[in-house]
């Protein structure tokens, strides 16, 4: 391997390399729908590999967007169903090239796509619970923004199950009680999920001088915030500094929400680019499975 080559590889993941539209990985309001759904379609006209699809489904997929686009995206659920199915298949994506580029890449679209979706729209409206009875979700939920919140939150969280997410709620409601912050009990979560998903075992750290969490099988420090100013950041790299030292970290993550404006995002990316702490990436929570996906990567390349 030359020496560029190893050097690369052992570059901590950057925010940079990772970034993707935030709309392609989650839902803030319907409009991220809206703009998701467009671009698909503007993509399947485009894209050089837009004719790997067969006209007819190519066509199908169309008349879905025309559909949803004539009744309005705001809490349409055929389009929130449509665009987690979108985001479903930029995830693999991204999982088999990589990175992707909708003006050179587009997603494969099924013959069936009308029926996947309609399916996909009848299930999230409905759930089981264990004695078979079944509830719709208007029922429980009549407001319509509360439901397509309900519907994205069931989805990011929880692979579209209610049950877990319901569960969660109120988990989330008791430790309120002592004082938790919700933002940053459910970026700590998502963060464990993402964990979990890889076999990543992490470790609640309850020390105030160190990082949230812990995982020592990539030796890796995880802070989460939800805010951060510049009173606060010799704090930060103070604690950062502390953790380095005390646990003997090879990587530290700063963790900040998605829906953090791009002006303030790249304020907090100041802290890792004055190289304070040389081994600091920080990240929006959409882009931390990317960010573990390249750590165990380097891992396999540079074991300890």
Same mark, same amino acid.
């Not at 709309?23 to 319907?30: L, P, Q, S, T, V």
């Not at 459910?186 to 964990?195: G, M, R």
């Not at 309850?206 to 969490?213: G, K, Q, S, Y």
């Given at each position: 391997m030359t020496s560029s080559k190893k050097n690369?590889?052992?570059r901590k993941p950057s925010a940079t390399s990772l970034a993707t539209p935030?709309?392609?990985? /989650? /839902? /803030?309001?319907? /409009?991220?729908?809206?703009?998701?759904?467009?671009?698909?379609? =503007?993509?399947?006209?485009?894209s050089k590999e837009a004719k790997k699809n067969n006209v007819s489904c190519i066509q199908e997929f169309k008349k879905i967007a025309t559909e949803i686009e004539n009744e309005g995206y705001q809490s349409n659920e055929m389009a929130i169903s449509l665009s987690i199915w979108i985001r479903e298949q930029l995830s693999k994506l991204a999982g088999s090239l990589g990175s992707y580029d909708l003006r050179v890449h587009t997603i494969i679209i099924p013959d069936d796509i009308s029926r996947v979706i309609q399916d996909r729209s009848n299930a999230l409206s409905r759930f089981e619970v264990h004695n078979g009875n079944s509830f719709a979700l208007d029922e429980l939920f009549p407001d319509k923004k509360i439901r397509a919140f309900v519907l994205e939150r069931v989805q990011l969280l929880h692979k579209g199950s209610l049950l877990p997410y319901l569960h969660s709620l109120v988990s989330r409601e008791k430790a309120s009680l002592d004082g938790e912050s919700a933002t940053i009990s459910?970026?700590?979560?998502?963060?464990?999920? =993402?964990?979990k998903r890889r076999k990543l075992k992490a470790l609640s750290n309850?020390?105030?001088?160190?990082?949230?969490?812990?995982v020592p099988s990539l030796s890796l420090g995880i802070e989460v915030r939800e805010a951060l100013s510049s009173i606060d950041t010799k704090g930060l790299v103070d604690l950062l500094k502390n953790t380095n030292l005390s646990k003997g970290t090879k990587f530290l993550s700063v963790i900040c929400p998605d829906d953090l404006s791009d002006l303030i995002f790249h304020s907090w990316r100041e802290v890792e680019r004055s190289n304070i702490v040389p081994n600091l990436s920080v990240l929006r929570v959409g882009d931390f499975g990317n960010y573990l996906d390249r750590l165990i990567d380097l891992s396999k390349i540079n074991p300890s």
């Open positions: 690369n590889s052992n935030i709309y392609h990985r /989650r /839902r /803030r309001d319907w /409009r991220d729908d809206q703009y998701l759904i467009e671009e698909i379609t =503007k993509s399947l006209s485009e459910d970026l700590i979560h998502i963060c464990e999920q =993402k964990l309850f020390n105030a001088n160190e990082t949230d969490l812990l």
